[in-house]
């Protein structure tokens, strides 16, 4: 007997998670004493080299994108949604013009030289394992081009090990 295969929609078939959950995280740096925390909202998680693995695309403009280079740690943090304009300003300024989190109101922990916001509820704590940079030529879609880079620069893939998971239990 043959069988039948049912047709989803990627958004359908629930396994597939390909945002980050709730669509948008923190992405915290240790910035010598300071921090930096930047939102971001492609990437995702997945598996590689024996590990669980996420992955972030950061475009080089970026001062987290300097940042991870050099550093090498950083922390995915998850918020509720009370905190939904604090991440929207980590999204619109830089870090470069000063220390972000404590205009939005969030207050940053460390672990290690790790910061992450104390606000959040999920924290995946990461070690960089690989980066390269998007090329022009390598792009099989070349239509993405002209849609996501007529301004700014190509995205840095950025895939790294979680290596501990802090999970908030009074929120
Ligand atoms: C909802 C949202 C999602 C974003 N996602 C990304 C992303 O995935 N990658 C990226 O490079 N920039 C992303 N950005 C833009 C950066 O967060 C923004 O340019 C930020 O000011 C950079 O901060 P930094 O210069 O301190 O690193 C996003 C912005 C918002 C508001």
Same mark, same amino acid.
């Given at each position: 007997?043959?069988?039948?295969?049912?047709?989803?929609?990627?958004?359908?078939?629930?396994?597939?998670?390909?945002?980050?959950?709730?669509?948008?995280?923190?992405?915290?740096?240790?910035?010598?004493?300071?921090?930096?925390?930047?939102?971001?909202?492609?990437?995702?998680?997945?598996?590689?080299?024996?590990?669980?693995?996420?992955?972030?695309?950061?475009?080089?403009?970026?001062?987290?994108?300097?940042?991870?280079?050099?550093?090498?740690?950083?922390?995915?943090?998850?918020?509720?949604?009370?905190?939904?304009?604090?991440?929207?300003?980590?999204?619109?300024?830089?870090?470069?013009?000063?220390?972000?989190?404590?205009?939005?109101?969030?207050?940053?922990?460390?672990?290690?030289?790790?910061?992450? &916001?104390?606000?959040?509820?999920?924290?995946?704590?990461?070690?960089?394992?690989?980066?390269?940079?998007?090329?022009?030529?390598?792009?099989?879609?070349?239509?993405?081009? &002209?849609?996501?880079?007529?301004?700014?620069?190509?995205?840095?893939?950025?895939?790294?090990?979680?290596?501990?998971?802090?999970?908030?239990?009074?929120?």
């Amino acid at each position: 007997m043959r069988k039948e295969f049912a047709s989803l929609a990627p958004e359908e078939y629930g396994a597939l998670d390909f945002r980050p959950a709730r669509d948008w995280m923190l992405i915290g740096v240790g910035d010598g004493e300071g921090e930096n925390l930047m939102t971001a909202s492609w990437g995702g998680f997945g598996f590689a080299w024996g590990r669980p693995i996420a992955l972030c695309l950061i475009r080089p403009e970026r001062y987290t994108h300097g940042l991870l280079l050099r550093e090498r740690r950083l922390s995915l943090s998850f918020l509720p949604k009370e905190h939904h304009e604090a991440m929207r300003l980590c999204g619109t300024l830089s870090g470069r013009e000063g220390n972000k989190s404590l205009r939005a109101g969030l207050h940053c922990v460390r672990k290690g030289n790790v910061p992450y &916001p104390e606000e959040a509820d999920t924290v995946l704590l990461c070690r960089l394992l690989y980066a390269e940079g998007m090329k022009k030529e390598d792009f099989c879609d070349a239509s993405l081009l &002209p849609r996501f880079y007529a301004e700014g620069g190509l995205h840095t893939l950025f895939l790294c090990a979680v290596e501990e998971v802090l999970v908030n239990r009074e929120s």
